[in-house]
């Protein structure tokens, strides 16, 4: 017992250390795990005043000091009242919430036996049931129109289509070749009665003991093209099918697809007889080579017809949307290959058959489909106004990231017509439109995740739920100032100047430049994921600068492609104005300035470093830093080819030498901090191992910092103690060389 209480004193200890340190009004790095995030929206089809939602918490492990879990529950809140009440809890977060479409129960997923699986929860009081116990898991679950099956989705392995006799009843392979050189397709697949191991036997035995090394894992045997995932590699291919099951305990899924493809985005036609989806548009096709997609329509009846809805070689269609009367089907279209972003496009639809395409216009890159009814009119709220709504008709409300933020906009298929709802000012993360309403969360400076309800032109928003209310309550934030730089192209390019948090007039501070990824990423004052990281900054006694240069979206297709070819100088033309022009302010020490990004933003530090030495540090993260290398390094190699070609190409290894900084290791002379997560394999650790080993070579000032497990998404998601940690190195590192960040007397 004494021994117990003398680990629970430090313990209590650290933490009540952590609580006092939360009352500071300037914001924290444990804020971090402050932040809840709204989402899961979706408005009840009965009763629009039935709203679900999910809170994602960040929540200690009581077992583990220092340690936190992501946790996702489902809510139900009365949008008139505001009242909200959990409708799961426990350590098991739960997801992807829906009505049925009587609006008596939801669908959801939940992990079980660390297995997704679907579970059914009626609304009146009864207890939750788990309704599939599929080997393979379930997740994104929807009910058909009448209320009466379920559709989900699942990833079944290559080995494991192949033994399945519902999802390959022949027990065949696949059409397009496994790319084993000197072997045939037959060979290829394993024998269900085959030799048995053995490394002295005959040829077929050897192979058999060969195949059980792989089965035991002693082995990887790699013949795919993309065989790198974000953390290993995965050299068994899997695919995601569909199935359909009865809403009732002990029914048995039914899949509606087959073979050796994969469907995603699925969603029911109205009529109830039929689902679109996404999938490759050539099934003779290796699924790592076909670029091309195509939308289908699905019999759900188990039949496994499948008919081509939109096809067409070199393009790409996605995010079917129908509308509820079955009449209208929303879609992105694009081009399979090259820089760019798919259209958003509308078509008629009769069945499964579409007519008269159109692409919209509308130069930004459209997601999260919603269809709608807008009335002419509606009553008002609690009166006799009514409200009178230009786009009366059938709508579509969608989201696109625009000018620094997330705003709502709503094409009127009547008139073509498209309405911005909000402003680029804030971020609209998830939203839906029911009975009348826009329920929406969005991020602005004041507060990372709220939930708002609106009137179908989002006039008069009403916050419902503040969850981050508390300790948002007497933190000083910083509010980013916007301007405006015309590049040597001649292209606007935006960028924000954040004083400290707690800026005293007469007093310089230093000043960082922070530059996001991708390349085709976008910040603003709506952008979700930087919120913690640049108030953050600005708390320590930081100025922050940070730019929209050309590559990125947000802006059309012409300036996300101004990059192309061109990764290093014309970016760095664009973030370095940025830099320049904040550098003017009187409240800035320009002999104190910094400069930090990850993944593409790695590299343009890397780029910046080798090319100016306006810069007294550096801290480059999970970046690329040679484009050849990258061709093998990284998951995300198309990005070599797309936007420089390929290395053998006439021509090209010139153009990705010139663009790589490494080719300027020798002129780095700023003090360097390099992070890599270890498992990281988007971008590839390699490629920081050179760029260290390069840099001690040469004796210049360089720290390399790993992340054991960590992956690629350490400023976004990932260990929460490495997300901290990664934002300590920052400031530690920078305050190395621009200290006294309390501001020093001009």
């Given amino acids: ?79 008139q009242t505001g009242e909200t009440k959990a409708l799961t809890r426990g350590t098991e977060s739960a997801r992807q919430a829906v009505w049925s479409p009587d609006g008596r129960q939801i669908a959801f997923a939940r992990t079980v036996k660390g297995k997704s699986q679907v579970f059914v929860m009626p609304l009146d009081g009864g207890e939750a049931y788990q309704l599939t116990t599929l080997a393979y898991g379930a997740g994104s679950p929807a009910f058909s129109p009448d209320g009466k099956r379920i559709l989900f989705s699942t990833s079944v ?97 039914k899949p509606i697809t087959r073979g050796f493809a994969s469907y995603q985005a699925a969603t029911w036609l109205p009529n109830g007889q039929a689902v679109l989806a996404v999938t490759d548009r050539d099934p003779a096709q290796h699924p790592d080579r076909e670029v091309d997609n195509a939308i289908v329509a699905i019999a759900a009846d188990g039949a496994a017809t499948v008919t081509p809805v939109l096809s067409e070689a ?35 639809l009769t069945g499964t058959t579409v007519s008269n395409p159109k692409t919209v216009e509308f130069d930004r890159a459209a997601g999260n489909l919603v269809w709608a009814n807008v009335p002419a009119t509606r009553p008002a709220k609690g009166g006799n106004r009514s409200a009178t709504y230009p786009a009366a008709g059938l709508a579509l409300y969608f989201t696109a990231s625009a000018d ?38 969005k991020t602005e400076v004041a507060d990372p995740s709220a939930l708002y309800v609106a009137t179908l032109d989002a006039a008069s928003p009403k916050k419902m739920l503040a969850p981050n209310a508390d300790w948002l309550t007497g933190k000083t934030l910083s509010y980013p100032k916007k301007a405006v730089y015309t590049n040597s192209k001649g292209q606007a390019v935006d960028y924000w100047i954040m004083k400290p948090a707690k800026f005293v007039e007469g007093k310089t501070y230093p000043l960082v430049l922070n530059m996001h990824g991708g390349p085709t990423a976008m910040w603003g004052p709506g952008e979700p994921s930087m919120w913690h990281e640049l108030q953050y900054l600005c708390a320590q006694g930081y100025g922050v600068v940070f730019a929209n240069p050309r590559g990125s979206g947000g ?14 100088t014309g970016p760095a033309e664009d973030v370095l104005a940025a830099a320049t022009a904040a550098a003017r302010e009187p409240w800035v020490d320009t002999t104190r300035q910094v400069i930090t990004g990850g993944s593409y933003a790695g590299y343009l530090t890397a780029w910046i470093v080798g090319h100016d030495n306006r810069f007294k540090a550096a801290f480059a993260q999970r970046g690329v830093y040679d484009l050849t290398t990258f061709m093998g390094e990284g998951n995300a190699w198309a990005l070599v080819p797309n936007y420089f070609g390929l290395p053998w190409e006439p021509g090209a290894q010139a153009i990705l030498d010139a663009n790589s900084p490494y080719s300027f290791v020798q002129n780095i002379k700023t003090p360097l901090l390099i992070k890599h997560g270890e498992n990281d394999l988007r971008t590839g650790i390699i490629q920081s ?28 998601s990932g ?4 997300r901290i940690d990664r934002l300590l190195r920052i400031y530690e590192f920078f305050e190395r060389f621009v200290g006294n960040t309390s501001g020093r007397v001009k």
């Fill in 689 to 716: 191992e050179m760029m260290y080993k390069s840099l001690k070579v040469l004796g210049r000032p360089v720290e390399y910092v790993r992340m054991p497990g960590a992956t690629h998404e350490l400023s976004r």
């Fill in 1 to 79: 017992m004494q021994h117990h209480q003398r680990f629970l004193l430090p313990l209590l200890l650290l933490w009540a250390t952590f609580a006092v340190a939360q009352s500071s009004t300037n914001v924290l790095v444990t804020d971090l795990t402050r932040i809840k995030q709204v989402g899961g929206i979706q408005v009840s089809p009965t009763n629009r005043q039935q709203v679900l939602y999910t809170l994602t918490t960040t929540e200690p492990q009581p077992d583990q000091p220092l340690e936190f879990d992501y946790r996702t529950h489902i809510y139900l809140m009365n949008q």
């Fill in 555 to 568: 802006y059309g297709q012409a300036f996300q492609r101004a990059n192309y070819r061109d990764w290093g």
């Fill in 314 to 348: 070199g393009k790409s269609f996605g995010a079917p949307t129908p509308s509820p009367n079955g009449l209208k089907l929303a879609y992105l279209a694009g081009n399979s290959r090259g820089v760019g972003f798919p259209n958003l496009a509308v078509a008629d």
């Fill in 157 to 253: 392995s290559f080995p494991e289509v192949l033994a399945d006799t519902l999802l390959n009843p022949g027990r065949g392979g696949p059409l397009w070749s496994q790319e084993k050189p000197g072997i045939s397709a037959a060979d290829a697949l394993p024998k269900k009665d085959g030799p048995k191991p053995n490394p002295d036997g005959t040829l077929a035995e050897i192979r058999a003991y060969l195949a059980k090394d792989v089965e035991d894992k002693k082995a990887k045997v790699i013949t795919r093209l993309n065989f790198q995932g974000e953390s290993t590699t995965e050299p068994v291919m899997n695919f995601t099918h569909l199935y359909v099951v009865d809403v009732r305990e002990g029914a048995t899924p």
């Fill in 719 to 722: 260990n929460v103690r490495q």
């Fill in 404 to 441: 620094g933020g997330i705003p709502l906009f709503r094409l009127n298929t009547s008139t073509n017509a498209i309405d911005r709802l909000t402003t680029p000012e804030s971020g609209v993360t998830n939203f839906d439109v029911g009975g009348g309403d826009i329920v929406f969360a």
